[in-house]
């Protein structure tokens, strides 16, 4: 069936050190890509979305490329601030239900 | 505008116990999704409610049913409550079904303790 494979965490950066959390997924034909995010207390927010092969979701700097032929949909910022904290979900739906990876918990330190 | 609603926030229950959680979606939208998130498991999907119907199930034993009203509401019940179901509920709605945008805004969970 159709899955998400998000890299473990935690992941703990400095301020303004640059974030990758990679994203692989299994599924057959073409899901549309998501990143959520969940702030600590909250429930989880869309963060950006790519639908097709090569769109790249982008928003508050982060950003995530839809690459097909590796089955990838890697989140990415230069440089990260003590407020992007959060754990982090990557998503994918083919039309059906949503599948979610297991989240990557993120620390930024001043 | 409103965003969705969970109740209660936390509860705590006994094994063999059932519970009820509520979830009221943004105004104007007919999906609900509900979904367990766990330490070891992450995130998994219960079940969609589109328009008072059914659309898509997860793989949940029989004990845990939802039911979705005419104003969008939504209830999930669990019943005869086992330690691992101690989790946070989270509720979903969407404008239309989940999987046609993918745009879920999310609850902030109801916390679920099984003793």
């Known amino acids: 069936g159709d899955s998400v494979t998000q890299m473990e965490g935690p992941v703990t950066l400095s301020e303004e050190a640059f974030l990758t959390i990679n994203c692989t997924y299994t599924?057959?034909?073409?899901?549309?890509l998501f990143w959520y995010v969940q702030y600590p207390g909250e429930g989880l927010q869309l963060l950006l979305k790519a639908t097709k092969a090569d769109d790249k979701g982008s928003n508050k700097g982060f950003e995530a490329t839809y690459r097909k032929e590796t089955t990838s949909f890697h989140l990415e910022k230069g440089s990260v601030q003590v407020s992007d904290s959060a754990v982090y979900f990557c998503a994918l739906t083919r039309g059906n239900d949503m599948r979610f990876g297991a989240g990557t918990r993120l620390t930024v330190k001043p | 505008k409103a965003g969705v609603t969970q109740t209660p926030r936390y509860l705590i229950k006994t094994r063999g116990q059932q519970v009820t959680l509520s979830c009221s979606p943004i105004s104007g939208h007919r999906s609900v999704s509900w979904y367990q998130q766990t330490p070891g498991q992450g995130l998994q999907f219960l079940f969609e409610?589109?328009?008072?119907?059914?659309?898509n199930k997860g793989n949940f034993p029989g004990r845990f049913s939802g039911r979705q009203f005419s104003n969008s509401r939504s209830e999930m019940n669990v019943s005869t409550l086992e330690l691992g179901d101690s989790a946070l509920y989270l509720c979903?709605?969407?404008?239309?079904?989940?999987?046609?945008?993918?745009?879920?805004?999310f609850g902030e969970g109801s916390r679920l303790t099984v003793l």
């Open positions: 409610y589109f328009s008072e119907t059914q659309r």
């Open positions: 599924a057959t034909g073409y899901p549309s």
């Open positions: 979903a709605s969407s404008l239309e079904s989940s999987g046609r945008t993918g745009e879920l805004f």
